[in-house]
């Protein structure tokens, strides 16, 4: 759990100011004015997490600044943790500094090393290391249990903690309330080495579960409620996932999160608004636990932690419409079955937005374009599409698919070329020539058939046209995407006047690419896949899995609000080169919107299965 070498992480600037093309916030000028200060520039760093005496035996700190990003590990991270992970490693890069991946595994019962190898991963994928080094391990706050449990006693020895053994219902109601000051513990005057025996005992298992807890000894008259001596360690007979049961006591989350952040020497602790009422505890922690120590006889020694301590500053969450985030409701999605798992492509996750098609530098763009705040605002969904479409337009290789097909016959075919059964070779770019960067080298041209038989989209046919449309009807003139341009005569139904063929002419002459395709003036062009060597594919058409923008609002029952078009399956036919495509990879099917090979299920030129991942355009806004 060491990270010897602990340097900044590669690509930080020199500069202890931020780069010019990033905008200024809050978050950034705190950093800037505490690098300008030397705030920190006294800190020592040994290679690793450690207490005052530990970090004093090492160097001065290579990291200008230390942030964190410390998940518990009791499910799959979300779009709003990819926030998170984007401002606390994005800050460090920035800065000359080191972000720490830490679990904050500090309740048993709910965590699990699923969690964490889910969580490792999740960060990787959006293009982080972590703890100064790309083969560094993350740390984990059970590793710091010994020393959480040392801090425990100094503050009973320095009578700034206490056992109390009132039942649940007493200290509940003792608590007081927003107008009521609470009232003092019976149990909240016993010496020193009272409550170091109890202590012991509640760690020996000698208590049950429930009957004490450590609470620190602040004042029951405390205005702020966080204040009044919470608790800072409860008895909990739980097999933890990396201790065993090594231990019968835990701390509780607000004691052992200030003390991670020391032992790991972290600047800034950058987190979310709902903890802005656990600051008070966090500092008044630090402060007792990085100032010189009396004990019970007299003997001033060493602080336990060094100096100068972390800082927490908070941000604002993200709320994004049409998604919920709340653990407990996605785990609900996921058990009744109204997803197929946590990946599934419509979960806000960040295993589901990958699968769904989202590449990591679209999520880093996200988290950048809508900024850090300190006030709560809701940010609408079109916007993380708008910063997907805007990262694949110009590296989403280009092809042609039609997912709701009816069969175009070209009647003059063999008249034309001699033979029914004649094909011939078509090309068009992978990426369009707009979409190449400057010195780019275009990737090679796709190829496809073009024969008598095509199959096109179903709305690209109108015998009777509405007003404006240019696509196929009796009498127009249209091209087909790279191939020749073509006069539809009519269409062919069946007995419940459902349209089963359409009919069209050839024009020889007018091959894309040939000196006389403009020979014939076409309103429209329309995309298409041969029926010669289209390749049936397995299409899921993925779509916000809520209707409402803000579907658990007011408390209400947010299964209500699902959407029951979030996802349609249909069977398409694809051109040739989208088959041969690996899994993961993300096309512009022409016409239709973005999509990708799904992770798991596609298998290249046996079994093509695409997810859309977005339209051209949002189709919500109106």
Same mark, same amino acid.
């Given at each position: 759990?060491? &990270?010897?070498?602990?340097?900044?992480?590669?690509?930080?600037?020199?500069?202890?100011?931020?780069?010019e093309?990033?905008?200024?916030?809050?978050?950034?000028?705190?950093?800037?004015?505490?690098?300008?200060?030397g705030?920190?520039?006294?800190r020592?760093?040994?290679?690793?997490?450690?207490?005052?005496?530990?970090?004093?035996?090492?160097?001065?700190?290579?990291?200008?600044?230390?942030?964190?990003?410390?998940?518990?590990?009791?499910g799959?991270?979300?779009?709003?943790? %990819?926030?998170?992970?984007c401002?606390?490693?994005?800050?460090?890069?920035?800065?000359?500094?080191?972000?720490?991946?830490?679990?904050?595994?500090?309740?048993?019962?709910?965590e699990d090393?699923?969690?964490?190898? &889910?969580?490792?991963?999740?960060?990787?994928? +959006?293009?982080?290391?972590?703890?100064?080094?790309?083969?560094?391990?993350?740390?984990q706050?059970?590793?710091?249990?010994?020393?959480?449990?040392?801090?425990?006693?100094?503050?009973?020895?320095?009578?700034?903690?206490?056992?109390?053994?009132?039942?649940?219902e007493?200290?509940r109601?003792?608590?007081?309330?927003?107008v009521?000051?609470?009232?003092?513990?019976?149990?909240?005057?016993?010496?020193?080495?009272?409550?170091?025996?109890?202590?012991?005992?509640?760690?020996?298992?000698?208590?049950?579960?429930g009957?004490?807890?450590?609470?620190?000894?602040?004042?029951?008259? &405390?205005?702020?409620?966080?204040?009044?001596?919470?608790?800072?360690?409860r008895?909990?007979?739980?097999?933890?996932?990396?201790?065993?049961?090594?231990w019968c006591?835990?701390?509780?989350?607000?004691?052992a999160?200030?003390?991670?952040?020391a032992?790991?020497?972290?600047?800034?602790?950058?987190?979310?608004?709902?903890f802005?009422?656990?600051?008070?505890?966090?500092?008044?922690?630090?402060?007792?636990?990085?100032?010189?120590?009396?004990?019970?006889?007299?003997?001033?020694v060493?602080?336990?932690?060094?100096?100068?301590s972390?800082?927490?500053?908070?941000?604002?969450?993200?709320?994004?419409?049409?998604? #919920?985030?709340?653990?407990?409701?996605?785990?609900?999605?996921?058990?009744?079955?109204?997803?197929?798992?946590?990946?599934?492509?419509?979960?806000?996750?960040?295993?589901?937005?990958?699968?769904?098609?989202?590449t990591?530098?679209?999520l880093?763009?996200?988290?950048?374009? #809508?900024?850090v705040?300190? &006030?709560? /605002?809701?940010?609408?969904?079109?916007?993380?599409?708008?910063?997907?479409?805007?990262?694949?337009?110009?590296?989403?290789?280009?092809?042609m698919?039609?997912?709701?097909?009816v069969?175009?016959?070209?009647?003059?075919?063999?008249?034309?070329f001699?033979?029914?059964?004649?094909?011939?070779?078509?090309?068009?770019?992978? =990426?369009?020539? /707009?979409a +190449?960067?400057?010195?780019q080298?275009?990737?090679?041209?796709?190829?496809? $058939?073009?024969?008598?038989?095509?199959?096109?989209?179903?709305?690209?046919f109108?015998?009777?046209p509405?007003?404006?449309?240019?696509?196929?009807?009796?009498?127009?003139?249209?091209r087909?995407?790279?191939?020749?341009?073509?006069?539809?005569?009519?269409?062919?139904?069946?007995? %419940?006047?459902q349209?089963?063929?359409v009919?069209?002419?050839?024009?020889?002459?007018t091959?894309?690419?040939?000196?006389?395709?403009?020979?014939?003036?076409?309103?429209?062009?329309?995309?298409?896949?041969?029926?010669?060597?289209?390749?049936?594919?397995?299409?899921?058409?993925y779509?916000? =899995?809520?209707?409402?923008?803000?579907?658990?609002?007011?408390?209400?029952d947010f299964?209500?609000?699902?959407?029951?078009?979030?996802?349609?399956?249909?069977?398409?036919?694809?051109?040739? /080169?989208?088959? $041969?495509?690996?899994?993961? $990879?993300k096309? $512009?099917?022409?016409?239709?919107?973005?999509?990708?090979?799904?992770? =798991?299920?596609?298998?290249?030129?046996?079994?093509?299965?695409?997810?859309?991942?977005?339209?051209?355009?949002? /189709?919500?806004?109106?």
């Open positions: 759990m060491t &990270s010897p070498t602990d340097k900044p992480s590669s690509g930080a600037p020199a500069s202890t100011s931020a780069p093309h990033k905008v200024s916030n809050f978050l950034r000028q705190i950093i800037e004015n505490d690098l300008d200060k705030t920190y520039a006294s020592r760093w040994a290679g690793s997490p450690g207490d005052a005496t530990h970090q004093a035996a090492g160097e001065p700190d290579p990291a200008k600044i230390r942030t964190r990003f410390p998940p518990e590990p009791n799959y991270l979300h779009v709003g943790h %990819a926030k998170s992970i401002i606390n490693f994005g800050l460090a890069q920035e800065y000359g500094g080191v972000c720490h991946l830490r679990f904050d595994d500090t309740n048993p019962e709910k090393t699923e969690y964490v190898n &889910s969580i490792i991963e999740a960060v990787k994928w +959006l293009g982080f290391d972590w703890n100064g080094s790309p083969t560094a391990a993350p740390y706050a059970s590793d710091y249990f010994d020393f959480m449990y040392r801090a425990a006693e100094a503050l009973i020895e320095a009578g700034h903690a206490y056992v109390d053994e009132q039942s649940a007493d200290m109601a003792n608590r007081g309330d927003f009521k000051p609470g009232v003092d513990s019976p149990f909240r005057s016993r010496t020193v080495a009272e409550n170091l025996m109890r202590f012991r005992e509640m760690r020996d298992g000698q208590l049950a579960d009957a004490a807890v450590l609470r620190a000894k602040i004042s029951m008259q &405390s205005p702020n409620i966080n204040l009044r001596d919470p608790a800072i360690y008895i909990r007979r739980a097999t933890h996932h990396h201790t065993g049961d090594t006591i835990y701390p509780m989350y607000t004691f999160h200030p003390i991670e952040d032992l790991e020497q972290i600047t800034h602790s950058l987190c979310t608004l709902e802005e009422d656990q600051r008070p505890f966090y500092d008044w922690l630090m402060e007792r636990l990085c100032e010189p120590r009396t004990r019970p006889d007299g003997q001033v060493g602080a336990l932690l060094a100096a100068p972390p800082k927490q500053y908070e941000f604002a969450r993200l709320n994004l419409t049409y998604v #919920i985030t709340s653990k407990r409701k996605l785990a609900q999605l996921v058990t009744e079955g109204k997803v197929s798992g946590w990946d599934d492509p419509r979960m806000p996750t960040i295993v589901g937005l990958r699968r769904r098609g989202y990591p530098e679209s880093r763009l996200f988290a950048d374009r #809508i900024g705040t300190k &006030s709560d /605002s809701w940010i609408d969904y079109s916007t993380l599409e708008g910063c997907l479409r805007e990262d694949l337009e110009n590296k989403a290789h280009r092809g698919a039609v997912l709701d097909p069969k175009l016959v070209l009647t003059n075919w063999a008249e034309a001699g033979s029914d059964g004649y094909t011939e070779a078509c090309t068009q770019p992978a =990426l369009p020539h /707009s +190449l960067a400057e010195g080298t275009p990737p090679a041209d796709r190829s496809f $058939q073009i024969g008598k038989e095509v199959w096109i989209e179903r709305e690209d109108e015998e009777v509405p007003k404006g449309y240019k696509r196929l009807f009796p009498g127009n003139v249209v087909l995407k790279g191939g020749y341009v073509i006069e539809c005569t009519g269409c062919v139904r069946d007995a %419940a006047g349209v089963t063929e009919h069209a002419k050839v024009i020889p002459g091959k894309s690419g040939t000196p006389g395709s403009d020979s014939v003036k076409a309103k429209a062009a329309i995309t298409w896949v041969s029926v010669a060597d289209g390749v049936q594919a397995e299409v899921r058409l779509d916000r =899995l809520f209707a409402e923008a803000h579907p658990d609002a007011g408390g209400k299964l209500q609000s699902l959407n029951p078009d979030s996802l349609k399956v249909v069977t398409a036919y694809v051109e040739p /080169s989208l088959a $041969q495509a690996q899994p993961d $990879q096309f $512009q099917f022409e016409r239709l919107g973005y999509f990708v090979a799904d992770r =798991l299920d596609h298998v290249a030129g046996a079994k093509p299965v695409f997810n859309r991942v977005t339209g051209l355009k949002d /189709s919500w806004g109106k």
